[in-house]
C-alpha cells in the first residue's frame, strides 16, 4: 500500500482480497445450487442482498421454506455488525453527501472495512470516496460474478464443501489484521496483541452464551470499551 488515495490506487490495493470473494462466492453459488436455486436466483440474490455469511444462511431457510419474518430477521442479525462498521467509516465522510454515504455503506463489507482501515493508516488517517467507491464496487462484481460461476459448477460437483473454500475468508481476514498489527503507528504492538487476546478469550466464553453471529455485534462494543481503558491504565 502507498498514500495514494485515487479510483485506480483502489482498485489495485483491493486486487488482493479478490481472491477471498472468489472463494467464498463459488462456495455460496455451489451451496446456492445444491439447495435447487438457479443460476439467476443466486445470482440475483447477490447482487440484491449482498450479504456474504448471511446468504449461505438465508438460501438453507428459503430451502426448508422458513417464514419470510424470520429470514428477514436471520439476515438482519448476522450482519448487523455492519451497523458498527458504517458508523466507524462514516466519521471519514462528513463532508459527503447523505447520499453518497448510504451508497458507502450499502457496499460496504468486512473486508472492505478492514482493508480501509489498513489504509488510513498510510495516508494520515484519511479516506475519499474515490478510493472507497473502487474497493467497494470491485468487491461487489466479484462476490455477484464467483456466485454465478460457482452456480453452474454446482452441476460438477456434488459436494462443494470437500474442497475447503470457506478457507479463503479465514486466510485473507488473517493476512488483514497482520498488516494492520504492523501498519497502525498510532498503536503500540503490545496493546494491539493485548486486545486481540482478550477479544478471543470473551468470543470464546461468550460463545457459552450467546450464538456466535450476536456475539460479534456484543465482543465489538465490549472490546471497543475495555480497549480504551486498557490504553489509559497501562499504555
Given at each position: 500500500m502507498?498514500?495514494?488515495?485515487?479510483?485506480?490506487?483502489?482498485?489495485?490495493?483491493?486486487m488482493p482480497?479478490?481472491?477471498g470473494?472468489?472463494?467464498?462466492?463459488i462456495?455460496?453459488?455451489?451451496?446456492g445450487?445444491?439447495?435447487?436455486f438457479?443460476v439467476w436466483?443466486?445470482?440475483?440474490?447477490s447482487?440484491?442482498v449482498y450479504?456474504?455469511?448471511?446468504?449461505?444462511?438465508?438460501?438453507?431457510?428459503?430451502?426448508t421454506?422458513s417464514?419470510i419474518?424470520?429470514?428477514?430477521?436471520?439476515?438482519?442479525?448476522?450482519n448487523?455488525r455492519?451497523?458498527?462498521?458504517?458508523?466507524?467509516?462514516?466519521?471519514?465522510?462528513k463532508?459527503?453527501?447523505?447520499?453518497?454515504n448510504?451508497?458507502?455503506?450499502?457496499?460496504?463489507?468486512?473486508?472492505?472495512?478492514?482493508?480501509?482501515?489498513?489504509?488510513q493508516?498510510?495516508?494520515?488517517g484519511?479516506l475519499?470516496?474515490?478510493?472507497?467507491?473502487?474497493?467497494?464496487?470491485?468487491?461487489?462484481l466479484?462476490?455477484?460474478?464467483?456466485?454465478?460461476?460457482?452456480?453452474?459448477l454446482g452441476?460438477?460437483l456434488a459436494n462443494?464443501?470437500?474442497?475447503?473454500?470457506?478457507f479463503?475468508?479465514?486466510?485473507m481476514?488473517i493476512?488483514?489484521?497482520?498488516?494492520?498489527?504492523?501498519?497502525d503507528k498510532?498503536l503500540?504492538?503490545?496493546?494491539?496483541?493485548?486486545?486481540v487476546?482478550i477479544t478471543l478469550?470473551?468470543?470464546y466464553?461468550?460463545l457459552?452464551?450467546?450464538?456466535?453471529?450476536l456475539?460479534?455485534l456484543?465482543?465489538?462494543?465490549i472490546?471497543?470499551?475495555?480497549g480504551?481503558?486498557v490504553?489509559?491504565?497501562?499504555?
Amino acid at each position: 500500500m502507498n498514500s495514494e488515495l485515487t479510483f485506480k490506487q483502489g482498485l489495485k490495493d483491493t486486487m488482493p482480497t479478490a481472491f477471498g470473494y472468489i472463494g467464498i462466492g463459488i462456495a455460496f453459488g455451489m451451496i446456492g445450487h445444491s439447495e435447487g436455486f438457479s443460476v439467476w436466483v443466486i445470482l440475483l440474490l447477490s447482487l440484491i442482498v449482498y450479504a456474504g455469511s448471511a446468504q449461505f444462511i438465508m438460501v438453507s431457510m428459503l430451502a426448508t421454506h422458513s417464514p419470510i419474518m424470520s429470514i428477514v430477521l436471520s439476515v438482519f442479525l448476522v450482519n448487523s455488525r455492519i451497523i458498527l462498521m458504517s458508523m466507524t467509516t462514516a466519521s471519514y465522510f462528513k463532508n459527503e453527501s447523505l447520499l453518497k454515504n448510504i451508497l458507502l455503506g450499502t457496499l460496504l463489507t468486512d473486508e472492505s472495512f478492514a482493508l480501509g482501515m489498513n489504509k488510513q493508516n498510510y495516508t494520515e488517517g484519511k479516506l475519499n470516496l474515490s478510493w472507497s467507491n473502487a474497493s467497494n464496487l470491485l468487491a461487489y462484481l466479484v462476490w455477484a460474478l464467483a456466485s454465478a460461476i460457482g452456480a453452474l459448477l454446482g452441476n460438477l460437483l456434488a459436494n462443494p464443501e470437500k474442497l475447503g473454500l470457506g478457507f479463503a475468508v479465514i486466510a485473507m481476514f488473517i493476512g488483514l489484521l497482520y498488516l494492520q498489527l504492523i501498519s497502525d503507528k498510532t498503536l503500540g504492538l503490545m496493546l494491539q496483541l493485548v486486545m486481540v487476546g482478550i477479544t478471543l478469550v470473551l468470543f470464546y466464553f461468550g460463545l457459552i452464551f450467546l450464538p456466535s453471529n450476536l456475539l460479534v455485534l456484543f465482543v465489538t462494543l465490549i472490546a471497543c470499551a475495555l480497549g480504551v481503558g486498557v490504553k489509559r491504565v497501562f499504555f
